[in-house]
């Protein structure tokens, strides 16, 4: 396992902002770390590449224990802390050397060709001759993925990598993430609900500081429990009252004379029983279409919780 986490805690006064949280990370996965604002996301990032003590439990990064070795841990972990902090006066390659020093204190040889590199490795090379400050929102971050990838850590914690970015700078990063994942364990933390299904492997959806799932993305509509809804369009009109024939129909909605929307629990049941009608009333089955919930009706059931 790249990252484990056994109930891990961080208290401020009486507030809980994690609450015994456990979950893993193998080595290559993106983890996607979902929840509103103040769900104790950068908490937990802060206590893992150890900014920040926990009040309990612990947490190992590549085996290394964050408590006993924090020098260990944060050679393994590049870290994008949350809004992006940087030294707006100094030259993106200056404080690239700088990041780089930071970590290896002796300056070597092969220093230029690392920053040479990691500006290759995350698009930097139109402004790299910059002053930090005067690039756009989508390039700083650039700069922040490069360094923290300047060390070459095994994994990368990013908290909210794309939040204030435009549309084209977001798939920029996004896609960014993406392709460093091929060679890195990643863990982000973002509260867009589309980004997970874009970028990740894995989601952990955190609320309160309590982890309320732990799933892959594409697993996440199995977790709503609310009931589903088919809309269907026969060829020749029927009556709302035949439809009650149906078996599995809990309620009708109509919206013509052939066309309504059924409410029901079991997907693939129901669909075969407005099937079977449909045959034995002779009367063809034009639509036949399940609303999907979306994923924000996954991420709002499972936060709006107490
Ligand atoms: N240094 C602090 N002192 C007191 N409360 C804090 C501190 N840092 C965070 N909190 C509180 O902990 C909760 C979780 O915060 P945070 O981890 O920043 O959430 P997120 O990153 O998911 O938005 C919030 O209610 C926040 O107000
Ligand atoms: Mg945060």
Request: aromatic share 6%; charged share 25%.
């Amino acid at each position: 396992m790249s990252v484990s986490v056994h109930n891990l805690s961080k208290f401020y006064a009486d507030q809980k902002a994690v609450d015994s949280i456990s979950f893993e990370v193998k080595k290559g996965e993106i983890l996607g770390f979902l929840g509103p604002n103040g769900a104790g996301k950068s908490t937990t990032m802060k206590m893992l590449t150890c900014y920040l003590p926990p009040s309990a439990g612990t947490a190992s990064v590549c085996g290394l224990d964050i408590i006993q070795q924090p020098l260990e841990v944060k050679q393994k972990i590049g870290y994008l802390p949350e809004n992006n902090p940087l030294y707006y006066d100094m030259y993106v390659k200056e404080f690239l050397e700088f990041a780089l020093q930071v970590h290896s204190r002796q300056s070597t040889v092969d220093s230029r060709q690392r920053i040479k590199e990691t500006i290759d490795l995350v698009g930097l090379n139109v402004e790299q001759h910059k002053k930090i400050g005067q690039l756009s929102k989508g390039y700083k971050q650039r700069v922040g993925l490069a360094q923290a990838l300047i060390h070459q850590p095994e994994i990368l914690i990013l908290d909210e990598p794309t939040s204030g970015l435009d549309p084209n700078q977001l798939a920029d990063i996004r896609n960014l993430i993406k392709e460093l994942g091929k060679e890195k364990t990643i863990i982000f933390s973002t509260h867009i609900m589309q980004e997970v299904q874009a970028v990740c492997d894995r989601v952990i959806i955190i609320n309160k500081g309590k982890l309320v799932a732990d799933e892959k993305p594409e697993n996440l509509q199995n977790l709503l429990s609310t009931e589903i809804l088919i809309e269907v369009e026969f060829e020749k009109n029927i009556l709302a009252d035949e439809l009650q024939q149906i078996q599995n129909v809990h309620m009708i909605d109509k919206i013509s004379a052939t066309q309504f929307v059924l409410h029901g629990k079991d997907s693939i049941q129901l669909r075969k029983d407005i099937f079977a009608f449909a045959v034995s009333k002779n009367n063809p089955l034009l639509t036949m279409k399940q609303e999907n919930k979306s994923l924000e009706d996954v991420f709002l059931q499972l936060t709006s919780k107490n």
